[in-house]
């Protein structure tokens, strides 16, 4: 039986939040603030075409520098330029630098994003149980993650937020779950942290030193290798399975502390 925490640290994607469908690397709106932006200097047709490849990349990318032992995050520019625009004339690349948060922000936001079932049920029992909760998530635009929070009232809920794009690293770096733990005030040892993969989320859990490693699963999840080394201390399927949890290891404390 896990120990009760003393705070969630909870991933964004396949934990709080779900896309029923894949991202489209181009969205049509992308696209045309793309061209307009450089004046129609390259095609819609080829801005659709690195949209695609430099989607593939960035994500190549991110699973290459996950293997590392304390990666972190490219800064918007960086993004644009080492993987879209790498082939477009100076003043294009330029024009696109010079909105890279706004494009990012864009770039990230889905249409399709809904809460996961049982997360508010969740989080609301957390919170008025005392836990502080955090937001820990790899992204490349934080500021469309916190929006979504804000749109669907999850805000208030939490202590803090912790993105890569803001924060700097990336998981399975512990430092990112390290800096939301100490933004909420409560030991790296107290917390539970609850995500959607092993070799990002579990794998940064137990090098921070969580308490306990909780993995929500999500398409995401099934997509990954299993690893003996990196074994969760519990698996769930949704919030309302996060929350049975939880409640199991609130009544242990409740037992262990009335036979004391």
């Known amino acids: 039986m896990l120990r009760s925490p003393s705070a969630l640290l909870l991933d964004f994607g396949g934990v709080l939040v779900d896309a029923p ?21 390259v095609s819609v047709q080829q801005i659709a075409t690195d949209l695609r490849e430099g989607a593939r990349a960035y994500a190549r990318w991110r699973d290459d520098i996950g293997r590392t032992s304390h990666p972190v995050e490219l800064p918007h520019a960086r993004v644009w330029a080492d993987f879209v625009t790498r082939t477009w004339s100076q003043p294009a690349r330029d024009a696109v630098e010079r909105e890279a948060t706004a494009l990012a922000y864009v770039w990230t936001w889905r249409s399709e994003w809904q809460v996961r079932p049982g997360i508010p049920e969740a989080l609301q029992a957390a919170s008025d149980a005392g836990l502080p909760l955090a937001v820990v998530s790899n992204t490349l635009c934080g500021a469309a993650h916190r929006e979504f929070l804000a ?24 430092q990112l779950a390290l800096l939301a733990a100490d933004a909420i005030d409560v030991p790296i040892g107290a917390c539970w942290f609850i995500g959607d993969t092993l070799g990002r989320d579990v794998a940064c859990a137990r090098r921070a030193g969580a308490q306990a490693a909780i993995l929500m699963r999500s398409p995401r999840t099934d997509r990954e290798s299993p690893r003996a080394d990196l074994r969760p201390d519990a698996e769930v399927d949704d919030g309302y399975e996060l929350l049975a949890l939880l409640r199991r290891a609130w009544g242990a404390s409740v037992a262990s502390s009335a036979r004391t």
């Open 21 to 41: 469908s894949p991202q489209p690397p181009a969205p049509p709106d992308l696209v045309d603030r793309l061209s307009y932006l450089v004046a129609d200097t």
């Open 151 to 174: 749109s669907v009232g999850l805000s208030p809920l939490f202590a803090a937020e912790f993105y890569s794009d803001e924060a700097g690293p990336r998981k399975p770096n512990p």
